[in-house]
């Protein structure tokens, strides 16, 4: 089957977190790649078509960037193979300068709990989800999870202003045992990340894993 073919070639492929769907009788790729990817991609997609096939059988609708994300998608990739619903509130894709964010998660059709990340493009890593004021719980399967919207737990867009990415993950167990520090540096966290999901692939546990980009302007 085509659709299962190009799967397997764009899910190697480095500086990428994809999804392979259908529409109509054409395969669609989409998701999130570098700015510098996309050629690799398209170039695999191509050789990984079976023969005779027309090299229009398939679209890519990528949000790509640039910025310094591709050590994160390279952790999440592996463990990519079911996502989870991730957006803002609204479907908003850009937010202006003093503007909420609220995150809204659709969990995957398992229990789960939740972790979700905020990385800016001043290459810092901030933990939305669990943190102190609102800690983990075992969220059921299906249910969407809203956070970012009481007075309590509140972030809004500031500057450095660009690209920044959001990522959600869900696992049938806790990945770690207590929240990350509010903020940290995406080279400690990303370390501590794939320990965790080694662990949790030891363990046998489910993830399923999103990530959005967010674009953050000034007034």
């Known amino acids: 089957m085509i659709r299962d073919a190009l799967a397997a070639a764009v899910h190697s492929a480095a500086c990428s977190l994809t999804r392979t769907g259908l529409d109509g009788r054409s395969v669609v790729i989409s998701g999130l790649a570098g700015s510098g990817s996309e050629g690799a991609l398209r170039q695999a997609v191509l050789a990984a078509l079976p023969a005779g096939a027309a090299t229009d059988s398939f ?3 990528l949000d790509l960037f640039d910025g310094p994300y591709c050590d994160v998608l390279d952790t999440l990739r592996p463990v990519s193979a079911q996502s989870v619903g991730l957006s803002l509130r609204n479907g908003a894709t850009r937010l202006k300068k003093d503007q909420d964010i609220v995150p809204q998660v659709v969990m995957p059709d398992f229990p789960a709990w939740l972790e979700l990340d905020y990385f800016s493009s001043d290459g810092s890593v901030s933990h939305l989800h669990p943190t102190q004021v609102n800690p983990a719980t ?7 999870v809203l956070l970012g919207n009481t007075a309590k737990e509140r972030w809004q867009a500031d500057a450095p202003f ?3 990415m959001i990522v959600a993950i869900a696992s049938s167990s806790p990945l770690f045992s207590s929240p990350r520090p509010v903020d940290e540096t ?4 990303l370390a501590a ?10 363990r046998g546990d489910r993830v399923a894993v999103s990530a959005i980009l967010v674009q953050t302007l000034p007034k």
């Open 193 to 202: 990340l794939r320990r965790a999901l080694g662990d949790a692939n030891a």
């Open 186 to 189: 995406v080279p400690d966290y």
């Open 162 to 164: 660009g690209t920044d």
């Open 138 to 144: 075992l969220a059921r399967a299906g249910s969407t």
């Open 59 to 61: 679209n890519m609708r």
